[in-house]
Nanobody, 118 residues
Framework: QVQLVESGGGLVQAGGSLRLSCTASESIFRFNNMGWYRQAPGKQREVVAVIPRYGSTNYEDSVKGRFTVSKDNAKNTVYLQMNSLKAEDTAVYYC????????????WGQGTQVTVSS
């Protein structure tokens, strides 16, 4: 079973920065996509950023220009650099690893809390 372990969440003032990390228990090259999702209280989980095995990254509109997703295949780790944080970024952030196709599957981390004070 794939394990994803997130770290880096915390409390930060508006305008500040945080970097989230997600380390997988096996090679992330196995997965078609690695991504970050978030879920705020009373809201549905939403995609924040996706980085594919090959190709360009994708971002949710509200984080474009502020968040950057990257990966280090050698460390089996995906990062989410979050700058210019806003109160509305407050949520639990989840790491996702996805294998697409008929035999595809989704794996999730336990989540890390990000709280932005205004």
């Amino acid at each position: 079973q794939v394990q994803l372990v997130e770290s880096g969440g915390g409390l930060v003032q508006a305008g500040g920065s945080l970097r989230l990390s997600c380390t997988a228990s096996e090679s992330i090259f196995r997965f078609n996509n690695m991504g970050w999702y978030r879920q705020a209280p009373g809201k549905q989980r939403e995609v924040v950023a996706v980085i594919p095995r090959y190709g360009s990254t994708n971002y949710e509109d509200s984080v474009k220009g502020r968040f950057t997703v990257s990966k280090d295949n050698a460390k089996n780790t995906v990062y989410l650099q979050m700058n210019s944080l806003k109160a509305e970024d407050t949520a639990v952030y989840y790491c996702n690893a996805r294998i697409t196709g008929i035999l595809g599957d989704d794996y999730w981390g336990q989540g890390t809390q990000v709280t932005v004070s205004s």
